[in-house]
C-alpha cells in the first residue's frame, strides 16, 4: 500500500526527516506536534494550556489537509515534560473531542524538542 505525505502550511514544517502525517490505506499517521507557532516557527511562549492548545491547532490543521478531522480520531498520544499538567491538558482536549473519545495514552518525558512541555500524536481511520 502506498504512503501520502500529508502537508499543510498551517502547521510547523516538520523539523527533521519526516512527514506531518502519512495517510496509509484509510488511516492516517500523524507525527507529534509541538507548541510551535508555524507563522514564526518559534515555540509558544506560556503555561501548559497556551501551548496545548497551540498542539491541538496544529494538528487540526494537518487534520484538514488530510481531510478528516478529530471525529475520525481513534488514537491519541500525549507527552508531557510534568505529569502535574495532565488536568489542565485534559480539559484543553476535552474543547477538541467529543464523545466518544478516542483511546488515550498520557507519558511523561524527561525532555521534548525546543523546551515544549508537550507534545501529542495521533491516529485518524476514515470509512
Known sequence: MPRNPVHSDRAPKAIGPYSQAV????????????????????????????????????????????QVDFGDVARVGIYLTDLANFAAVNAVMADYFKTPYPARSTIEVKGLPKGAQVEIDMIAVVD
Open 23 to 66: 495517510n496509509i490505506g484509510n488511516t492516517i499517521y500523524f507525527s507529534g506536534q509541538t507548541p510551535i507557532d508555524p507563522a514564526t516557527g518559534e515555540l509558544v511562549v506560556g503555561d501548559i494550556v497556551k501551548q496545548a492548545v497551540q498542539v491541538f491547532e496544529n494538528l487540526k490543521a494537518v487534520a484538514a489537509a488530510a
